[in-house]
């Protein structure tokens, strides 16, 4: 019996820091456009559904990410401000990147950048837009 308390204690433990990670993640994925954020929030949400109900409530109800998760997981979508505001953070971030940081003889780098901002644009578009 004491073995199997142990192992949920280090299932537990592994659960909470695993949230704890994609939580930094996600934060640094705000400013970071090659980051995804709310994938990482949403599995920052499992973990701690999974490990603690305390750090599963802050996230939650967390005046950054809260608001914004809870209606993500309930799909009442995006307002189209939030939109427009993400997608013009997201390619002037990528344009700013692939031609100021990243140097011309590594055009393939550039090609990733332009991968990764086609495929969050069509993510972000796809999402519901609420009306506010």
């Known amino acids: 019996r004491s073995g199997s308390s142990s192992t949920g204690r280090l299932q537990r433990g592994l659960l909470v820091a695993a949230g ?7 934060v640094v994925g705000v400013v970071v456009p090659v980051l995804p ?12 559904l999974r490990s603690s109900n305390r750090l599963h409530r802050w996230l939650l109800g967390n005046r950054v990410f809260g608001e914004y998760l809870r209606r993500y997981r309930s799909g009442e979508g995006l ?34 950048l332009l991968a ?13 837009t609420r009306q506010t």
């Open 20 to 26: 704890i990670l994609c939580v930094g993640l996600g």
């Open 116 to 128: 990764v901002g086609v495929g969050v644009s069509v993510h972000i578009l796809r999402i519901k």
């Open 79 to 112: 307002p189209l401000s939030s939109k427009v505001t993400t997608l013009v953070l997201l390619w002037s971030t990528l344009a700013v990147s692939a031609f100021a940081a990243v140097p011309s003889r590594l055009w393939w780098v550039r090609l990733v």
């Open 37 to 48: 954020t709310t994938p990482f929030l949403l599995l920052a949400a499992a973990c701690f």
